[in-house]
């Protein structure tokens, strides 16, 4: 029978090993072996690679596709903590896992790759050593915040980037958040709690009688400038998505008195904001 895995590099850690398919794992591989695969990195690949739960798994994005189902298997690999990472399928021969790991260039990559140390643009060669050689963190649902401060304004306010307003603290009553959660009865409920200086959020796709921005005008009794962004165009679940692809789709009274705009990027927007004379 034909050896359909090749193993480029061991340690006593595992292996990092190259195969045609993900189709080709075997038990061996089963919590040590690093899987370079010429196999896309969609969730039916990632369902047959982890019948045998390797360490590690990089496919290649197949052009990403409709709906992201290209690369939808980095966020199956993600819910397991499993460092996975796609890459850009223009520089592989598909179907030759030895030429995807000489080859291949990194596209995208989920959490545990990322605490690995792999980045986008990396050689898979380098990607697959780091998987090999590191383990990744295995945080909370509440410690995965990606929380980044993007701009300073004056008197002390920031604006900070994270991925859901329940991540905001008492320290944010003075800060921006641009967050990518809706912004329904719900969100305001968390923004009202947080209370930060002002806000950008999703309008969740908006949803039936815009339910998905409502929670724009509970806040604004409150005082507290808000809009949200166009969640066609801006990734849920992302904050530094609506911060560089977002593309204001409401906004309530006291964000439109300081200049805030329909259509206007997210990020020009949040600058208005955190720029803002308080009250």
Known sequence: MKNLQ????????????????AADLMEGNRGTDVMVTASYIGVLPARLAMDYAPRGVIGFDGGVGPEGVGIAGLWYYEALNVPAAAMNVMTIILGDGDDAYENGLISFVNRPARDCGVKVGMAVKE?????????????????????????????GRQVIVMDSIVFGTEHDKRNVLVTAGHTGRSGARHIETVGPFGFICSDGGRGRNDSGMAGLYIVNALGIAGATVDASKARLGDGMSTYEDGLISAANDLALACGVRIGMPANEAAHRLVNRDPE
């Open 6 to 21: 090749h193993v480029k590099e061991r340690s006593e850690r595992g292996a990092i090993v190259a195969v045609d398919s």
């Open 127 to 155: 990607a697959a050593q780091l998987m090999l050689e590191n383990d990744p963190a295995s945080p909370t649902g509440y410690e995965v915040t990606n929380r980044t401060c993007v701009e300073q304004g004056p008197g």
